[in-house]
């Protein structure tokens, strides 16, 4: 299993460090890790990929950010229905003969070219972290350059918070 | 308040604003904030960067002891907060004054000790920089505090404070930090004190869930081999009349930690003592073969559970712990309880059922605990250290508050000072911090002014914050420091006897300094006991005597703490019980 956290946690300096210091203190491996501003400024949202684990595990990381002080509210997006982006910048060899295939490429990615010069072209794609890893996988035979990828950035689908609310209200989310 | 324009007379800094607000300088918020929370006494070590604070605080009323460094001014924090219940308060400097903190953060944060941590800060304006004694003291302390802050501005501290208190003192208790960078020192802005806190992320449950407790209820009354598991959480939660009356009502046997000693009486017919690593055949018993066990306030620490296949494995595990996380995290539990262990206990009590039917149990457990208790074999004329701390308890009548540093002898403290009330007992259990004893005795007795206060040390853990000598010296405090003396880390040699074939690596302390004429340097009244047959007239001369005083007991070398449980083994797979 790969969790998917979303954490709504205190806008404030230093509230990333403390929860990176957690996971370092307790020996927990994330994939990736997203933090922005919400819609209310004193709030942000992290969303964290977390390495495979068990349940126990989720639990245990689960309550140690609710000990945060600055934590609000963690919910477990893993089995529910949810929207979940990653982006990814991929800048890949395109002589301008083969421009193209990459061209042709992409497009049923519904990604676009970004950028354009003599040697390369850069790709931006939006997806889930399977889509963008099945288009690096076509791409790399034409020669990737650099590639950035912000992580996964996730909120709960509206059915899925309506619907059935004693699933998303309770199941999922952790009262403490 | 904040955000208030200064008034227009500033000459006046006691000026009255909107609400009681007070227009006061960063200083003398931090002393008011201080008088607020009712602290009587601060432990602390001045420097550059508190000088504003330490200005602040002379004649301010509120008593200052002054350490010999500033560790010892944390574990004397923690010495007087285990006594009292109450969050302890220390100061320290920017930079070697913070960092020298770190080691009683960490010991806090693992054993749930309230505390309130202030730290000075190089100024705003060279935060960053590598300035003069400049150390980043939130990164280093975030995960050894419960929380911490670095004030940004003078109107942020009596929030910040009032927040630092409440979190270190409630929940599960642990340290808090407050950072204070030097210019806020002399910054002005309003103080006001009595908003209660906001802290939305910060919520602990402290009234349990009624249907868990039922749940506990019904599956004790069909139990057969019940037993209470009672950590430190009774202590915190100051719920020993609660423990009491619950374990009389369903004649329970009690199993405790190192830390919740004390938080039942030793006494008690059906108190079986510390279990674990060290502890009672009895206890291990219990623990191993019960078939429904409530934890109260422990977290199933490692020393306490051995390996954890064979912790309990045949029983219903109840667990209560405010701390959510601690339940589940290393023994599967049936029924977790959230809250205080006193609310739940009441809650406990208010629920009638039929007494669970473990007379066979109990009397098992009692045969157990009676044909084989802690045990030592005097032989010749050495002192046994063993013996030693039982004189000390009957001599005291068991009503000494006793502190301890970490290894041998604080498990036999553990083992043979009968402890029979809460708040007698500090001892770092957790983190095992060598050095804790001596400088939590001096808090233990500004906490306990009353009580007589016995410092049993090892005399390597003596050796690592001696210095603190100089207070109990200075103010001829009625602390009683004995020295459990075996030349030795005594538990490194002790393992490197059993499990490195006695190949002592630097464990052996053939030299010593002259105890009794270090003593006598920082003018404590001191002396040193070699032979059995002296022991009891030296202990009861020394203890007797009013004021402080220094005893070496120079032990048998050779003693082992048994029982014991060996690290990767069963708490059924005890070794050295009583022949």
Known sequence: MTPVLSVLVHNKPGVLNRITALFMRKGFNIQSLTVCITENPEISRMTIVMSDMDEAALEQVMKQLHKQIDVLKVTDLTDQAMVARDLALIRVSSPIAERAIIHSLIEPFRANVVDVGRETVTVQVTGDAEKIDALIALLRPYGIRELARTGLTALQREAASSADPKRAGEAQVLHI | ?579
């Open chain 2, 1 to 579: 308040m904040p955000g208030m324009s200064k008034p227009a007379d500033d000459e006046t800094l006691t000026r009255s604003g909107e609400g009681g607000a007070m227009w006061m300088k960063g200083a003398d918020m931090v002393v008011e904030a201080l008088r607020r929370e009712q602290v009587e006494v601060i432990f602390g070590y001045p420097g550059g960067a508190v000088l504003p604070l330490y200005d602040a605080l002379y004649q301010c009323g509120i008593r200052h002891v002054l350490t010999r460094h500033e560790q010892g001014a944390i574990h004397a924090a923690e010495g007087y907060a285990r006594v009292t219940g109450k969050p302890g308060v220390v100061i320290a400097t920017s930079g070697p004054g913070a960092t020298n903190l770190v080691t009683g953060l960490a010991d806090a944060m693992m054993d749930s000790i309230p505390l309130v941590a202030i730290t000075g800060q190089v100024a705003k304006t060279v935060i960053g920089t590598d300035a003069f004694q400049e150390t980043s003291i939130i990164g280093i302390s975030t995960p050894i505090t419960k929380h911490n802050y670095q004030i940004r501005h003078a109107s942020e501290i009596p929030k910040v404070f009032k927040e630092a208190f409440h979190i270190a003192n409630s929940g599960r208790k642990g340290p808090v930090l407050i950072d204070i960078p030097k210019d806020v020192s002399g910054e002005e802005a309003w103080f006001a004190y009595d908003d209660p806190p906001q802290l939305p992320g910060y919520q602990p449950t402290v009234v349990p869930h009624h249907m868990q407790i039922r749940k506990l209820m019904h599956g004790l009354q069909h139990a057969k081999r019940p037993v209470v598991l009672a950590g430190a959480g009774i202590l915190h939660a100051r719920a020993t009349d609660k423990l009491l009356a619950f374990v009389e009502k369903y004649q329970l046997p009690v199993v405790q930690t190192l830390l919740g000693l004390g938080g039942f009486p030793a006494s008690h017919a059906l108190c079986l003592g510390m279990g674990g690593m060290h502890g009672s055949a009895a206890a291990n018993k219990a623990l191993y073969e019960t078939d429904f066990l409530i934890n109260l306030g422990a977290r199933f620490d490692d020393r306490l559970t051995g390996k954890l296949e064979h912790f309990a494995p045949h029983a219903v595990v109840a667990h209560i712990d405010i701390d959510p996380a601690e339940i589940g995290k290393n023994v599967p539990t049936d029924i977790p309880v959230v809250g205080d262990v006193g609310e739940a206990l009441a809650m406990m009590l208010s629920i009638d059922v039929p007494a669970p039917d473990a007379a066979a149990w109990r009397e098992e457990l009692l045969r157990v605990k009676r044909e084989l208790p802690f045990w030592w074999v005097q032989d010749g004329d050495r002192i046994k250290p063993q013996r030693l701390i039982a004189e000390i308890a009957r001599i005291t009548k068991g009503d000494a508050v006793v502190t301890t540093d970490v290894g041998q002898h604080q498990m036999w403290a553990a083992q043979f000072f009968p402890l029979n009330r809460p708040d007698r007992w500090v001892t770092s259990g957790g983190l095992g911090t060598m050095g804790f004893g001596l400088p939590a005795a001096i808090g233990a007795h500004f906490g306990r002014p009353d009580k007589l206060v016995v410092a049993i040390l090892g005399d390597a853990g003596f050796q690592m914050t001696l210095q603190e000598l100089a207070v109990i010296g200075e103010y001829q405090l009625p602390i009683k420091v004995v020295i459990v003396n075996n030349s030795a880390l005594g538990m490194v040699r002790q393992w490197q006897e059993m499990f490195h074939g006695e190949r002592y690596s630097e464990s052996l302390l053939p030299w010593q300094p002259d105890f009794v004429k270090l003593g006598e340097a920082y003018r404590i009244p001191s002396a040193r006991v070699e032979r059995d047959e002296e022991l009891a007239s030296a202990l009861e001369a020394f203890l007797s005597e009013p004021g402080p005083g220094l005893l070496e007991c120079v032990v048998d070398p050779n003693e082992n703490v048994y029982p014991m449980v060996a690290p990767g083994t069963g708490i059924h797979q005890m070794v050295g019980v009583k022949p």
